[in-house]
């Protein structure tokens, strides 16, 4: 009897676990865009679109924003990845784990009702290195039985380590030393941060499953231009300044010639490529159409339209634009 008394009680114990709550009430950990802790915000980013509903791919992809709207303080403008739709993004000095959260994600979800917030979360991962990326271990305690969807909210206190979890103007901080136990990870020089959308399906073929292996219940779908996750800025609270031995943070000047160029027509790369790793090549609504290493270039295959390219590197991100005609 003894021992099955302790089995209920550690059952309950995690079905009713409680993170830290909504923004303004006691023991939260939501860091509003205005505040003094923040010391600088993220320079440039590349986008990899979503669907507006992963399970209707007739839908299209997200649409709202783009890569100009991340760049600078939350609050102008957001850009939506769509389902399982990503954004890396970079910044002026790489990211150092220092006392307390480090970075900070903002959203622009909203108060629901007096208990619950519509709130539509992603996971964070983070690299040193522009290429190896590490994912934050992640928990939602939301239930699984019903299908939370655009009518009703989630609760703060069930989500940890899940970017979305406050309501606007107020975000998501995260700690690296969550992550220092990685070895290929160096969580003093963090250079790159990748934010992934959770598409909240509760169908085991479309679902986002949390570290635990639990399926992630959020809004869904959001079969609209504005789908998913709507990234708003990322803040960096600790980070490494430079310094004269620091490799510069910089976008390297390159071009793409010709261009326009025509379909089948051999393409070139040219100015300081050092230091970049990888191309990504995306349509004009966001499509990824092609990642791989830059030493394999840029295919002369590209149907005509218009492309964006996007290169990037350890503390390099260059977006080049690309006419095939």
Same mark, same amino acid.
């Given at each position: 009897?003894?021992?099955l008394?302790?089995i209920?009680?550690?059952?309950?114990?995690?079905v009713?676990?409680?993170?830290?709550?909504?923004?303004?009430?006691?023991?939260?950990?939501?860091?509003?865009?205005?505040?003094?802790?923040?010391?600088?915000?993220?320079?440039?980013?590349?986008?990899?679109?979503?669907?507006q509903?992963?399970?209707?791919?007739? !839908?299209? #992809? $997200?649409? *709202?924003?783009?890569?100009?709207?991340?760049?600078?303080?939350?609050?102008?403008?957001?850009? @939506? /990845?769509g389902?399982?739709?990503?954004?890396?993004?970079?910044?002026?000095?790489?990211?150092?784990?220092?006392?307390?959260f480090?970075?900070v994600?903002?959203?622009?979800?909203?108060?629901?009702?007096?208990?619950?917030?519509? !709130?539509? #979360? $992603?996971? *964070?991962?983070?690299?040193?290195?522009?290429?190896?990326?590490?994912?934050?271990?992640?928990? @939602? /305690?939301?239930q699984t039985?019903?299908?939370?969807?655009?009518?009703?909210?989630?609760?703060?206190k069930?989500i940890?380590n899940?970017?979305g979890?406050?309501?606007?103007?107020?975000?998501?901080?995260?700690?690296?030393?969550d !992550?220092?136990m990685?070895?290929?990870?160096?969580?003093?020089?963090?250079t790159?941060?990748?934010i992934?959308?959770?598409?909240?399906?509760?169908?085991?073929?479309y679902?986002?499953?949390?570290?635990?292996?639990?399926?992630i219940?959020?809004?869904?779908?959001?079969?609209?231009?504005?789908?998913?996750?709507d990234?708003d800025?990322?803040?960096?609270?600790?980070?490494?300044?430079?310094?004269?031995?620091?490799?510069?943070?910089?976008?390297?000047?390159?071009?793409?010639?010709?261009?326009?160029?025509?379909?089948?027509?051999?393409?070139?790369?040219?100015?300081?490529?050092?230091?970049y790793?990888?191309?990504?090549?995306?349509?004009?609504?966001?499509?990824?159409?092609?990642?791989?290493?830059?030493?394999?270039?840029?295919?002369?295959?590209?149907?005509?339209?218009?492309?964006?390219?996007?290169?990037?590197?350890?503390?390099?991100?260059?977006?080049?634009?690309?006419?095939?005609?």
């Open positions: 009897m003894k021992k008394f302790w209920v009680l550690l059952c309950s114990t995690s009713f676990a409680q993170f830290a709550p909504q923004a303004g009430l006691p023991g939260t950990t939501a860091i509003h865009r205005d505040s003094s802790i923040i010391k600088n915000w993220a320079k440039a980013a590349s986008i990899k679109r979503g669907w509903n992963i399970s209707d791919t007739a !839908l299209g #992809l $997200a649409a *709202v924003g783009d890569e100009t709207y991340i760049p600078g303080k939350a609050g102008n403008g957001i850009v @939506s /990845l389902d399982k739709g990503e954004a890396t993004v970079l910044f002026h000095n790489p990211i150092k784990n220092g006392e307390g480090d970075f994600v903002f959203e622009n979800g909203f108060k629901f009702t007096d208990s619950t917030e519509y !709130l539509e #979360l $992603a996971f *964070v991962e983070v690299s040193s290195n522009g290429k190896d990326f590490f994912r934050f271990p992640a928990t @939602s /305690l939301t039985t019903m299908q939370v969807d655009n009518f009703t909210g989630l609760d703060a069930r940890h899940l970017a979890k406050y309501i606007a103007p107020y975000g998501t901080p995260f700690d690296l030393d !992550l220092k990685i070895d290929d990870l160096d969580i003093n020089q963090i790159h941060i990748r992934i959308d959770v598409a909240g399906s509760l169908i085991p073929m679902a986002s499953y949390d570290t635990a292996n639990r399926i219940n959020e809004p869904w779908p959001t079969p609209f231009s504005s789908s998913g996750f990234l800025g990322i803040g960096v609270i600790h980070e490494q300044l430079k310094t004269a031995i620091n490799e510069p943070f910089v976008n390297t000047p390159i071009s793409v010639f010709p261009n326009p160029a025509k379909h089948g027509e051999h393409i070139n790369l040219s100015g300081l490529m050092d230091g790793q990888s191309l990504s090549i995306y349509d004009i609504t966001g499509k990824n159409i092609l990642t791989g290493d830059l030493d394999e270039g840029i295919p002369n295959n590209l149907l005509p339209g218009y492309y964006t390219l996007t290169l990037m590197g350890k503390a390099k991100l260059t977006t080049i634009k690309l006419l095939i005609q």
